[in-house]
């Protein structure tokens, strides 16, 4: 049972557009939404996270966007750059509880 | 710097043969993991440690069992491997409480023919 659906499953954008990842989740009772990153031959690492008692979360070109009453949160890429070309993964969890991780998202940002 | 490492980048295996997979951090943190990585599949969680001598089945247990004889050390075993356990296998840790931040290793890439 898949309880954090992550779309699209790629994506490919120019260099300087928005890069937009959308994940859905089902448990009300999840409380922390992590995204990771993951480039070619490494492990994920933590990008950004939020907590559900705010409806967004900026650092540097990278932004959360949580919907609590839909259930969806989304990690939105300003400006994007080659650089910024990995797998992305949005994560869900209830206090004290272990990580479920979305199907993950490949994206290509192209000069 | 925070590090977690795995014995192996890539390891090729035959059907029927038991695999070890070992997995070291240096951070002294309580909680390990360890995650398959399938393409289009996501990250999924094949069992966990929240202390040493503990262990939990995580979504898919079957045909892997784990060791965490010190804190610092998780092992995977596949006590013998078939073909539908090829795959990326992610080790990863974190401190007290288990959904702070998971910091990963560099993953092994298991071929089993």
């Known amino acids: 049972q898949q309880q954090v659906k992550q779309s699209p499953q790629s994506l490919i954008v120019q260099k300087g557009g928005i890069s937009i990842i959308n994940c859905a989740y089902e448990?009300?009772?999840?409380?922390?939404f992590p995204w990771y990153q993951q480039f070619p031959g490494k492990g994920p690492a933590l990008l950004i996270a939020i907590r559900p008692d705010v409806s967004e979360k900026k650092e540097g070109r990278f932004t959360i966007s949580f919907n609590k009453s839909a259930k969806q949160f989304s990690l939105h890429i300003m400006d994007s750059q080659p650089g910024d070309s990995a797998t992305y993964f949005c994560a869900a969890s209830k206090i004290a509880d272990k990580l479920i991780f979305g199907t993950g998202t490949r994206l290509q940002v192209f000069p | 710097d925070v590090k977690v490492t795995q014995s192996s980048r890539y390891l090729v295996k035959r059907t029927g043969e038991k695999v070890f997979l070992e997995c070291v951090q240096d951070?002294?943190?309580?909680?390990m993991f360890w995650y398959r990585q399938d393409p289009g599949l996501g990250l999924r969680l094949i069992y966990f440690?929240?202390?040493?001598?503990?262990?939990e089945k995580g979504d898919i247990p079957e045909g892997y069992s784990v060791s965490r004889e010190k804190k610092e050390r998780f092992s995977l075993i596949l006590e013998s491997a078939s073909t539908n356990q090829t795959s990326m296998y992610l080790c990863a840790s974190s401190s007290v409480v288990p959904r702070e931040t998971q910091y990963f290793g560099p993953g092994t890439r298991l071929l089993v023919l």
């Open positions: 440690s929240y202390d040493v001598k503990m262990k």
């Open positions: 951070m002294d943190h309580e909680n």
């Open positions: 448990n009300t009772a999840f409380d922390y």
